[in-house]
């Protein structure tokens, strides 16, 4: 399976941006897929989950009320809608899936991971 995500930019504080992480080779049933940030110099962190079958859905506090993820199961696409950013949001965002099938928040229970893409907030 290959992962692409998209729909990055530079955006203004407090403005928004949706990306999209499309998958290829395989359509997806179940399972947990997952965003990921990583800031300059700075490890991966985690942002947002949600499962596959039932789209119920795991943020970290630094977003939570507002970021929301979601998927679209015909198109095998997550999305992840951000709103009201902030500069401490700035980072190249991934999306990958877990391994286990577990809404973890580390970036060592998910893979492969696909191109990244950059959004950047500026103040």
């Known amino acids: 399976v290959q992962l692409q995500a998209s729909g990055g930019g530079l955006v203004q504080a407090g403005g928004s941006l949706r990306l999209s992480c499309a998958a290829s080779?395989?359509?997806?049933?179940?399972?947990?897929m997952g965003w990921f940030r990583q800031g300059s110099g700075k490890d991966y962190e985690f942002v947002a989950a949600?499962?596959?079958?039932?789209?119920?859905?795991y943020y970290s506090d630094a977003v939570k009320g507002r970021f929301t993820v979601s998927r679209d199961k015909a198109e095998n696409t997550m999305y992840l809608q951000m709103n009201s950013l902030k500069p401490g949001d700035t980072a190249i965002h991934y999306c990958?899936?877990?391994?286990?099938?577990?809404?973890?928040?580390?970036?060592?229970?998910?893979?492969?991971w696909g191109q990244g893409t950059l959004v950047t907030v500026s103040s």
């Open positions: 990958a899936r877990n391994r286990y099938g577990s809404p973890s928040t580390q970036s060592k229970e998910y893979g492969p």
């Open positions: 080779g395989r359509v997806f049933s179940s399972g947990v």
């Open positions: 949600i499962r596959w079958g039932t789209g119920l859905t």
